[in-house]
């Protein structure tokens, strides 16, 4: 632990609490940021206060997560498995015990599936037709996050084959006499929008059958994610994924305007910047970062790093220094350009890269770690990061080399604590500069009515 507090120059863990926070506010006057957040924040109180600000549901003002009127930050991970495992009453324990754990070591956001379409155990047997005992897994998995604290971030429907996919409601589409020559065209037509878009009214209109709470209505729900890394090669212009962005946020926002909404992007540039496009790591897959991002309902940002699959001819230097110019430039552009909060919703390294040590996973994490709370800290548009993949022990037939068992990985565990912490510090320092603001400008005004 103290090493790690060296390298990321944060307030030792031998420190009060109070010590704590006193060295954090000189780091932050240090870097110039605290009277411009005090400021930011005297004009905002009022208004958070209008808007409900304690109703439990994440929102955004800006570059920043907003909760119960003060700014939130998300250190989490990913667990595309929680629905699948909970369907099976007998299993449900394994999810409980991931949440304890990721709790317990002060993550607060998870990321994973609504979706499974066809196959073995589906969620969505055919197009509306679901299977009930999946269903009641994914409210297992939201009624049992929220005994822990956890926020999620639920997904619509995949890219890939894997549980489905855009693959898989194509097919449907063809049964019923649709010629489809490419899967692509799940972006483009209307039966198979149609398809989706009665999924996705499904899935916002579900009644909890555990906590009584529609989904689009439970605040332990983050946010929506349109797909996980939507790609249209078809059409590298990008205009196809543009439009079907647009259309799919405003059909979710018309059903539910409580929850954020988000793409699902992995962060690949487009034509929007074409100067921007030499940081792609060889990829012009149909999406575009900023223009993508810039469309009305869309309301953060999201990032994934990959260094080890994209760049998996270089060694692992190259691999950091492309994670680095990787995470600046898009924290800068959510910052300068879209003017949204940002989230790393996915990275991570496999332990089945050649030559692949604990170290060099830490480095990684590190890297984007200290990303992520430098940007905070100042009150930049990074808002946290989800790693790939946690799993809770007795799951090997879920291991994919990605995955992080806590209680296995001590050193990397230790980290994660450690950025929950950092995050957790920040978020306090600035919910009580927004109290002392509340405080100060109800004694001016109480001043001016003597």
């Given at each position: ?17 109070g ?7 000189r ?62 009453p ?15 070591h ?43 604290g ?13 549980f ?50 529609i ?24 205009r ?21 909404l ?13 100067q ?11 999406t ?6 810039q ?49 790393l ?13 604990t ?28 790693f ?63």
């Amino acid at each position: 632990m103290h090493r790690i507090s060296v390298l990321f120059n944060i307030p030792s863990p031998l420190l009060t609490e109070g010590e704590r926070e006193r060295e954090l506010r000189r780091e932050m006057k240090h870097v110039g940021v605290l009277i411009t957040i005090a400021l930011l924040i005297i004009q905002q109180c009022c208004v958070l206060a209008i808007e409900g600000q304690d109703d439990g549901f994440i929102k955004t003002r800006g570059i920043r997560f907003i909760l119960n009127g003060s700014p939130f930050y998300a250190n989490g991970f990913n667990a595309y498995w929680l629905m699948y495992v909970a369907s099976d009453p007998s299993q449900r324990y394994k999810v409980s015990s991931v949440f304890h754990e990721a709790s317990s070591h002060g993550l607060s956001v998870a990321r994973t599936w609504a979706f499974s379409d066809g196959g073995y155990k589906p969620l969505q047997y055919s197009p509306g037709s679901y299977n009930e005992q999946m269903f009641k897994g994914l409210d297992f998995v939201l009624a049992e996050a929220r005994k822990y604290g956890i926020k999620l971030i639920l997904s619509f429907v995949n890219n890939y084959e894997s549980f489905g996919g855009k693959k898989q409601y194509v097919d449907w589409a063809r049964s019923q006499g649709q010629y489809l020559s490419s899967d692509d065209d799940f972006f483009r037509n209307p039966v198979v929008q149609g398809y989706y878009k009665n999924h996705i009214k499904a899935v916002l209109n579900r009644h909890n059958t555990i906590s009584g709470v529609i989904y689009k209505n439970d605040p332990t729900i983050m946010a929506w994610e349109l797909m996980n890394e939507p790609r249209c090669t078809s059409d590298p212009s990008g205009r196809t994924i543009q439009s079907w962005i647009a259309e799919m946020a405003s059909f979710v926002k018309s059903i539910d305007r409580n929850h954020l909404l988000e793409v699902g992007l992995e962060g690949f540039y487009g034509g929007s910047y074409p100067q921007k496009m030499s940081l792609n790591p060889g990829f012009n897959i149909g999406t575009d970062f900023i223009a993508n991002n810039q469309i009305p309902g869309i309301d953060f940002a999201t990032l994934h790093s990959y260094p080890d699959q994209w760049l998996s001819s270089s060694n692992d230097q190259t691999q950091l220094s492309f994670l680095d110019s990787w995470l600046d430039a898009h924290i800068q552009d959510a910052q300068s350009i879209l003017r949204k909060p940002l989230l790393l919703t996915e990275f991570g390294k496999s332990r089945k890269d050649p030559g692949f040590s604990t170290y060099q996973r830490d480095q990684l994490f590190g890297t984007v770690y200290n990303k992520v709370y430098s940007s905070a800290k100042q009150g930049g548009a990074a808002a946290g990061g989800l790693f790939w993949q946690l799993l809770t022990e007795g799951m090997d037939s879920f291991r994919d080399g990605y995955e992080i068992v806590l209680s296995e990985n001590p050193s990397t565990a230790n980290m994660i604590a450690e950025q929950s912490y950092k995050l957790h510090l920040i978020q306090k320092l600035f919910a009580r500069m927004r109290d002392e603001a509340i405080w100060r400008r109800a004694k001016a005004v109480k001043e001016i009515g003597n």
